[in-house]
């Protein structure tokens, strides 16, 4: 099973808004609403952020937001803070494999 | 406070074995699925491996199967992952998650890792 392709960085200024790429095929992100985005922080466990697309788990900021288009799922983050700055990665289940994951954005806030 | 700590990690020589352990506290762990998901250094994420709640539906990445065992001790609250023929390829962190919800890939929380080293 192929990973997910993601942008290998993105930046913006604290303030801005940043959007990160998932993209797939119709045998994962097009096929199911199980995408889910994680961020990490170096050293750290990953975190969930937004889970099934679009929905933001309790306690996460709502400077988060996630979508999909076809193929393509994608993260928003808004209002960007110097704390946003991680590696963030994607994942969706796929019709051979529970679980596929993106190879991952590192986030810069300028 | 849900919380899952991993154990077991190691070096290893190329060839070799290890089991790792992840102990859950803080919710019922019968009723969660578990998965094995990890990070080469310096890498992204990779899945490896699930189990249903009941231990009796298991799951793995093609890089995995035949050698990795995944298992679970609902009584001891314990997610198992044994670990054969290693190569140096399978040098990584591994982290446990939960599932939050079946037949989904929301996983929360994840484990703090623990790194499995492989090499002569």
């Known amino acids: 099973q192929s990973a997910l392709t993601q942008p290998a960085s993105v930046s913006g200024s604290p303030g801005q808004s940043v959007t990160i790429s998932c993209t797939g095929t119709s045998s994962d992100v097009g096929g199911y609403n199980y995408v889910s985005w994680y961020q990490q922080h170096p050293g750290k466990a990953p975190k969930v952020m937004i889970y099934?697309?679009?929905n933001r788990p309790s306690g996460v900021s709502n400077r988060f937001s996630g979508s999909k288009s076809g193929n393509t799922a994608s993260l928003t983050i808004s209002g960007l803070q110097a704390e946003d700055e991680a590696d963030y990665y994607c994942?969706?289940?796929?019709?051979?494999?529970?679980?596929?994951f993106g190879g991952g954005t590192k986030l810069t806030v300028l | 406070e849900v919380q899952l700590v991993e154990s077991g990690g190691g070096l290893v020589q190329p060839g070799g074995s290890l089991r790792l352990s992840c102990a859950a506290s803080?919710?019922?762990?019968?009723?969660?699925?578990m998965h094995w998901v990890r990070q080469a250094p310096g890498k992204g994420l990779v899945w490896v491996s699930r189990?249903?709640?009941?231990?009796?539906?298991?799951t793995y990445a093609d890089s995995v199967k035949g050698r990795f065992t995944i298992s679970r001790d609902n009584a001891k609250n314990t997610l198992y992952l044994q670990m054969n023929s290693l190569t140096v390829e399978d040098t990584a962190v591994y982290y446990c998650?939960?599932?939050?919800?079946?037949?989904?890939?929301?996983?929360?929380?994840w484990g703090q890792g623990t790194l499995v080293t492989v090499s002569s």
């Open positions: 189990i249903n709640n009941f231990g009796t539906t298991t």
């Open positions: 994942s969706s289940y796929t019709t051979n494999s529970p679980c596929v």
């Open positions: 998650v939960r599932v939050r919800r079946a037949g989904s890939n929301w996983f929360d929380p």
């Open positions: 803080g919710f019922t762990f019968s009723s969660h699925w």
């Open positions: 099934d697309v679009t």
